[in-house]
């Protein structure tokens, strides 16, 4: 299968997205750029605070009110969104394009409606369609997930909560969007509700060629379903890279240490854990934000790695990788 | 065999005392209708029986609602036996009055899961430290700084000097962690009861903790009793596992054999669903069982399992409750699947 024929659905190029607080402005998300390919899923991994859902927020144009720099591009299907007004947007994209199953969001069902008519809503505003038409779609992603179709006459609290998860997650797809951010999808979920969460997801993924962005810090997880890994650090995207390679052979320093970390099941492997905290986003160190915690690093390191093009495609934010890779300057 | 899954020291089990025993535990929850009539009870736990052994770690292993927590909380007396009793260094916990109960609470050290809801916010990390030395009587000043130092110390919480004074909000979730560890510590017991302690933290962080408990029990020759739902930390961690189900334990083995070969048909299906980071898993399903736990109000007669499981046998596992059934020398499950190969 060639991953290089299939169209770029989402072009995110220096994408910033700062919050403003009484110290000063986070830099939750700081210069990241990636391209992702219609049909791939992307896992966004790294630890709590790095950034991860400032980032699916970002791409989603759902922000608080606190913002002081929303700068970047975000080329979506060919169209620059950034650009697009906050109306333009809520009609054209957010939903009908780009459908979101947020953090915990099998709890955010209403409990006194029942499931149906919270699933047609968003199909008669955003698709406007009538009602008979919403219902007949919301039966068909409804089967897509496994979830008997006389479910939809019940109330949130009569499904568990593995069945509520993949009833917001029909919901997602039935305005069939061409793009979905999933965070962290199933880690509310035990442990068998998630391996059978991940099974529906990867059907969806057969069946209906959807592209997915999944946020997650759980690697494991994440090898489910992930066609590229992106690691994100202090607010950087420090690398990125096909899922092919990365669990065995990442580069970046941090995710080498990340995957040494994660403790495995039918593999004996020596755990180790990272030394020290990632740095405050207020005021983040001006050269690599690892160099502090990071055994490899050297004079080079107080300044901002360049993003350097590795030979197998994945592209690292680290200077050890200046010789062998390909530096493209910003 | 996994270089860090320890096996026990071969005369232990038989010759070495039991820190814990615990004998058919039940913990039953009455459930009343209209805050007066008895509507029934939740079956939480069963029917549990095993011993702890000094040094040594039992994993439990199990989903929410499995009753792991129910059994960490009557062995720390939070919950009330229904059935069953609890022996600790060969006492008989329902023997005890009220001074015993405080010797044996000081015996036995707990670790939350979420560690900044278990710390007090208003407290510095002294008090925090000093408090449970003042309920238990530990008024000497200069003792009270001794163990204080040590336990921080013991936890790598360096320098002393600048943690003392701070307040829980201060610290980062892994060091939030390791001080909840300290104040489990600080009265030396010989026991430690950790409820989730490494799912609210994270992966780098998470090892840090486990090595830290690994460190304190060879030190301390402590028990512990690790209750979790991941499976991919106990091999690092136990010497033995149990699963539970619908308030049973379902199999309990010694950490290699139970890698080597899950027995009963639940826990099977809680390894195929642990998914390690590979690149294969992208193109497999998951072969686990649809459905959900049974309700322990009326839990279903004979295998609380039989109603998800595919080897299921008719007349069999939906009449009579299995009993444990040892396979192996170190390995026993709770499904009729094994009822000729004992």
Known sequence: MSTRDKKIVLDVQNLKLYFRTQAGPVQAVDDVSFQLRAGHTLAVVGESGCGKTSLAKAILRLLPRNISTYTGSII??????????????????????????????????????????????????????????????????????GLPVDFLQRYPFELSGGMRQRAIIAMALA???????????????????????????????????????????????????????????????????????????????????LMASVPTLREDKELEFIPGQPPSLINPPTGCRFAERCEKRFEKCSMQPDTTYLENGSTVQCWLFEETGEVKHA | MPSLARTLPEEQPTQQKAVLRVEDLHTWFEVRRMGFFKAGDVRALDGASFELYAGETISIVGESGCGKSTLAKTILGINHITKGSIFFDDEDLSTLDKEGWKRYRSNIGYIQQDPYGALPPFMTVKRILEEPMKINGVRDKAEQTRRIRQVLEEVKLAPIEDFLPKFPHMLSGGQQQRLVIARAMVLEPKMLIADEPVSMLDASVRVEILQL??????????????????????????????????????????????????????????????????????????????????????????????????????????????????????????????????
């Open chain 1, 76 to 145: 979506f299907d060919g169209q620059d969104i950034m650009k697009y007004d906050d109306e333009k947007f809520r009609r054209e994209i957010r939903w009908h394009n780009i459908a979101s199953v947020p953090q915990a969001s099998m709890n955010s069902l209403n409990p006194v409606i029942r499931i149906e008519d919270q699933l047609v809503e968003p199909l008669l505003i955003h698709e406007r369609i009538s009602r008979q038409q919403a219902r007949t779609r919301v039966a068909e992603v409804f089967e897509i997930v």
């Open chain 1, 175 to 257: 305005s069939n969007p061409k793009l979905i951010v999933l965070d962290e999808p199933s880690s509310a979920l035990d442990l068998l509700s998630q391996a059978n969460l991940m099974n529906v997801l990867k059907r969806v993924k057969q069946q209906t060629d959807a592209t997915f962005i999944l946020i997650t810090h759980d690697i494991g997880t994440a090898s489910e379903l992930a066609d590229e890994i992106a690691v994100m650090y202090a607010g950087k995207m420090v690398e990125y890279s096909s899922a092919q390679y990365f669990y065995t052979d990442a580069h970046h320093p941090y995710s080498q240490k």
């Open chain 2, 213 to 342: 408990l690994q460190a304190l029990q060879r030190r301390h020759n402590l028990a512990i009793l690790y209750i979790t739902h991941d499976l991919s930390t106990v091999r690092y961690f136990s010497e033995r596992i149990f699963a539970m189900y619908g308030g049973k334990i379902i199999e309990k083995s010694s950490t290699a054999a139970l890698l080597e070969q899950p027995l009963h048909p639940y826990t099977a299906a809680l390894f195929e669903a642990t998914s390690d980071p590979d690149a294969e898993n992208l193109k497999t399903f998951k072969d686990v069982p649809a459905g959900e736990p049974p309700s322990l109000m009326n839990p279903p007669p004979g295998c609380r399992f039989h109603p998800r499981c595919r080897k299921m046998i008719k007349g069999l596992c939906d009449v009579q409750i299995p009993p444990e059934f040892w396979v192996q020398e170190d390995h026993a499950a709770a499904c009729w699947l094994y009822k000729d190969e004992v």
